[in-house]
C-alpha cells in the first residue's frame, strides 16, 4: 500500500459531478447528500467529470467495501494532479479534498489499486462530504503551489552541496539516494548521477571492511536494500534504465547464495512487470530468461500483466512455464511446488478473488493432476520430510486451494487424498486448534460453554479470546466483552484481554471510518503508554470521510486522551503528540506549530541527553554522529517529526523550514528538509521518498 498525504489541490469546483464506468453506458450524478454505490473490479476504470467554478471547497470520500482503490485527479488538459490511497487496505474511506483556483472541466478516476489482484464485484461509494467557501488555510495551499516548488528547488539544492558535511557513510548515502528520488521531478540527468555516485560510495564502503569484521554482514544487507530501493526509485520513471543500474550493480553470481539468487530473480521480474506496459517483448524476453535459472514469486504478476498487454506473448511464456513445471518434481523443488499453487490459486474458480483465470482450463487442470498424481505416489525423503515437503502438505494445499471443484478436474481424487491421508497417519500439528475453534464458531450461545469446557485447559483461553473477537468483528462488542468478564480467567489475565479488545475494537472503527466510537473505545484502554500508542497509530487517519468542524472536534478529543503535558512524558506518548500535530496541520496549521514547537525543544533535550549516555546503554552516537540505521530512539521519532513538518510546510514554508532549523543534529535536519521538499514538489504522495527512508530504516 503506497503511503500518501492527502492535502489540497488546486481545482475549481460545481455542485455536481457526472460519473461514468468504463464500458458502464449512461453517466451518472453525483450530487450532495447522494452517496452512489458502484460495483468495480480490479481491470476497471470508474471515470468522474467535474466542472467547477473557483474559490470553493470540495471534499468527497469514496468508500472501499473489499477492493483497496486508488482515486486520480487530472486537470481540464489531462495532466496529474495527484493520487489518493490511504493505508486503510481494501476497507474504510479514501478521503479527497479539492481547492477551486481556476474554473474548467475536471476528471476524477477510482480503479484498483493492484490491478492484477483480478477482483470481481467488489463495491464502493463515492459521496460529497462537504461543499463551501474555502478558507484563507485552504486558498493559500491552492494558490502558493508555484512558490513552495520553486522554495522546494532551492531548499533541495541546498541540501545537496550540503551533503558531504555528513560523516557517517550510511547516512550520507542513505541522504544522496533519497535526494536523487525528489531531484528526478526536475533534473533526471543529475538525479541519475547521484543514484550512481550514491550506490558507488556504497560498494567503496563495504569494500573498506574485512569479511571477518562484526559490522561486515550487516553492511551487506544495508547495501542490498540500499540498492533495491535505488532502483526501484528509477523504475517508477525509467524501467529499462533501472534494469540497467540493478544489472550493472550485481555482485558475481559465485557470491550469492541460494536465496539471494532467489532475490535477485523476484526483483528483476518485478521490473519485467513495470516494463510490460511500455514493451511487452522485452518483459517477455526477461521473464524467459528468469525461468531458465529458476522460479521467482512475481512470475505469476509478470504474466498477468503480459495477458493484459499483449495476449500472444502471454500465452507463449505460460507455455514454457507449465513446460517446465509439469517436467519438474515438486517435492524436491519448493520453488516449482510454490509456483504451481499460485498459478493454480490465479485460476481457480472456487476463489472469489479470480474474475480472469490466469491460466486457461487445460493447463489449470494438467498442474492439478500433477499435483494429485504426485501426492498419490510420491515417496519422500528424509530431507523433504524434515523441510516439510511431504505429500500430504502438497494435497492438503491442493484441497484448499480448488475445494469442490477437485473432483471435477480430476475424478476420485478428494476419496484418494482422504484414504492417502489417513492411510499416513498424517495430522496437521495445528488439527486440535483447528477441530476446537471450528467447533466454537459453530456453537450456539447455549452450547458454548460447554464446548470450551471440552477443549484442553490450555487451549481455553484463547477460545474465549477467538469467541470474543468473532463478536467484535460482528459489532457486538458489548457482547464479546460480557464473555471475558464472566470467564474464568485469573483478573490479570482478564484485563490484558480486556484491553487488547478495546484496542481490536477501536482499529476496527477506524477501519470504517467510525473515528469517534474509535475513540470512545480508545479511551478505556487502562494503561497509558498502550493508550498513547493506538492514539499514535490511528492518528493519521482521522479526518477520513469527515468534515472539517467534526475532524477538528475528533482531534481535539484525542488530544485530550494524552493528557495536559506539552512534552512527551514517554515513546510511545511523544509520537502521539507529534502524530497529531501532523493530523492538525491539513486543518489547522497554527494548531499544528503550537503543539510542535516544546517538542523540538524536547528533542534537542534528548540530543544532548544521548550523547551523555552514549556507550551505557544504546547506541545512539558513532564518531560523534547519531545512527540513522540502528532503529534508536531518537532517529524512530525523527520519521514522524519530518512528515508533520512536511505536512505542515504546504501552509507556510517558511515557518516549518526555521523550524528544522531549530534541531540541534545536522543528520536529523537534512531528513527534515527532504520531507518539506517532498511536500512542494510531490505533495500528493504520488511518491514520499522521507516515508520509504525511514520505513526501510525502522522496521
Not at 147 to 158: I, N, P, V
Not at 399 to 416: C, F, H, M, R, Y
Not at 554 to 560: I, K, M
Amino acid at each position: 500500500m503506497r503511503l500518501s498525504t492527502i492535502t489540497f489541490l488546486s481545482l475549481p469546483l460545481t455542485l455536481f459531478i457526472t460519473a461514468s464506468a468504463q464500458n458502464s453506458g449512461t453517466p451518472t450524478t453525483l450530487e450532495p447528500d447522494t452517496p452512489i454505490e458502484r460495483t468495480i473490479g480490479s481491470t476497471e476504470t470508474h471515470s468522474f467529470s467535474v466542472n467547477l467554478t473557483d474559490n470553493q471547497y470540495l471534499q468527497f470520500v469514496v468508500n472501499q467495501h473489499g477492493i483497496d482503490l486508488i482515486v486520480r485527479v487530472f486537470s481540464p488538459t489531462g495532466k496529474s494532479l495527484g493520487e489518493f490511497d490511504s493505508p486503510n487496505g481494501a476497507e474504510g474511506p479514501e478521503n479527497v479534498s479539492i481547492v477551486a483556483v481556476t474554473a474548467g472541466s475536471y476528471r476524477i478516476s477510482v480503479s484498483a489499486l493492484d490491478e492484477n489482484n483480478s477482483v470481481k464485484d467488489a463495491k464502493y461509494e463515492i459521496k460529497i462530504l462537504e461543499i463551501r467557501d474555502a478558507t484563507e488555510q485552504e486558498l493559500k495551499v491552492a494558490n502558493a503551489e508555484e512558490e513552495r516548488k520553486a522554495k522546494g528547488r532551492a531548499l533541495l539544492s541546498d541540501l545537496i552541496d550540503s551533503i558531504p558535511e555528513i560523516r557517517l557513510p550510511q547516512t550520507r548515502i542513505r541522504v544522496k539516494l533519497q535526494s536523487a528520488a525528489l531531484l528526478r521531478t526536475f533534473d533526471e540527468k543529475k538525479s541519475s548521477q547521484l543514484i550512481t555516485e550514491g550506490l558507488t560510495e556504497a560498494r567503496d564502503y563495504l569494500a573498506t571492511l574485512k569479511q571477518d569484521d562484526q559490522a561486515y554482514e550487516e553492511a551487506v544487507q544495508w547495501l542490498r536494500q540500499l540498492r533495491y530501493e535505488a532502483v526501484q526509485t528509477l523504475a517508477a520513471h525509467d524501467p529499462e534504465a533501472a534494469l540497467s543500474l540493478f544489472r550493472s550493480t550485481r555482485r558475481p553470481i559465485e557470491e550469492l547464495n541460494r536465496d539471494d539468487q532467489q532475490q535477485e530473480r523476484q526483483f528483476e521480474l518485478s521490473l519485467a512487470t513495470q516494463i510490460a506496459g511500455k514493451n511487452p517483448r522485452r518483459a517477455f524476453e526477461m521473464a524467459q530468461e528468469s525461468l531458465k535459472t529458476g522460479y521467482s514469486t512475481t512470475l505469476a504478476t509478470t504474466l498477468r500483466r503480459l495477458r493484459q498487454t499483449d495476449q500472444d506473448l502471454a500465452n507463449s511464456l505460460t507455455k514454457d512455464i507449465i513446460s517446465k513445471l509439469l517436467a519438474d518434481k515438486f517435492l524436491q523443488n519448493f520453488e516449482a511446488m510454490d509456483t504451481a499453487l499460485t498459478l493454480i490459486r490465479a485460476s481457480s474458480k472456487f476463489s472469489e478473488q479470480n474474475a480472469l483465470p490466469l491460466l486457461a482450463a487445460q493447463d489449470y487442470r494438467a498442474l492439478v493432476q500433477k499435483i494429485v498424481n504426485e501426492g498419490l505416489t510420491a515417496t519422500p525423503t528424509p530431507n523433504e520430510v524434515q523441510k516439510g515437503n511431504t505429500p500430504q502438505r502438497l494435497l492438503m494445499n491442493l484441497k484448499q486451494i480448488v475445494g469442490n471443484e477437485l473432483d471435477s478436474l480430476v475424478p476420485g481424487a478428494t476419496q484418494a487424498i482422504q484414504k492417502k491421508l489417513a492411510e499416513s497417519s498424517f495430522k496437521d500439528p495445528n488439527d486440535d486448534w483447528k477441530r476446537f475453534e471450528d467447533a466454537v464458531d459453530n456453537s450456539t450461545p447455549e452450547t458454548l460453554k460447554e464446548t470450551i469446557a471440552q477443549a484442553p485447559p490450555e487451549l481455553r483461553d484463547h477460545l474465549l479470546q477467538r469467541v470474543a473477537e468473532r463478536n467484535i468483528f460482528k459489532g457486538n462488542f458489548a457482547q464479546a466483552k460480557q464473555i471475558i468478564n464472566d470467564s474464568q480467567m485469573n483478573p490479570r489475565a482478564r484485563r490484558d484481554v480486556l484491553n487488547r479488545m478495546e484496542r481490536q475494537a477501536a482499529q476496527n472503527e477506524a477501519n470504517q471510518g467510525h473515528m469517534e466510537e474509535a475513540l470512545k473505545h480508545v479511551a478505556k484502554i487502562e494503561s497509558a503508554q498502550d493508550r498513547a500508542q493506538l492514539i499514535g497509530e490511528l492518528a493519521n487517519r482521522i479526518g477520513s470521510g469527515q468534515k472539517k468542524e467534526q475532524t477538528l472536534f475528533l482531534l481535539e478529543t484525542a488530544r485530550s486522551l494524552l493528557g495536559t503535558a506539552i512534552q512527551g512524558e514517554n515513546l510511545a506518548h511523544m509520537n502521539a503528540l507529534i502524530n497529531l500535530a501532523a493530523a492538525f496541520s491539513r486543518y489547522d496549521s497554527k494548531r499544528g506549530f503550537e503543539m510542535l514547537d516544546p517538542l523540538v525543544d524536547q528533542f534537542n533535550d534528548l540530543s544532548n541527553a544521548a550523547k551523555t549516555l552514549n556507550g551505557f546503554g544504546p547506541e545512539y552516537f558513532v564518531n560523534g554522529e547519531l545512527s540513522m540505521q540502528n532503529g534508536n530512539s531518537l532517529s524512530t521519532l525523527a520519521y514522524p517529526v519530518a512528515n508533520a513538518l512536511g505536512s505542515l510546510s504546504l501552509t507556510d514554508f517558511d515557518r516549518a523550514k526555521s523550524t528544522a532549523d531549530r534541531f540541534v543534529l545536522p543528520e536529523v535536519r537534512m531528513n527534515l528538509y527532504l520531507a518539506i521538499v517532498q511536500q512542494a514538489l510531490l505533495p500528493n504522495g504520488v511518491y514520499s521518498p522521507t516515508a520509504v527512508y525511514w520505513n526501510n530504516l525502522n522496521r
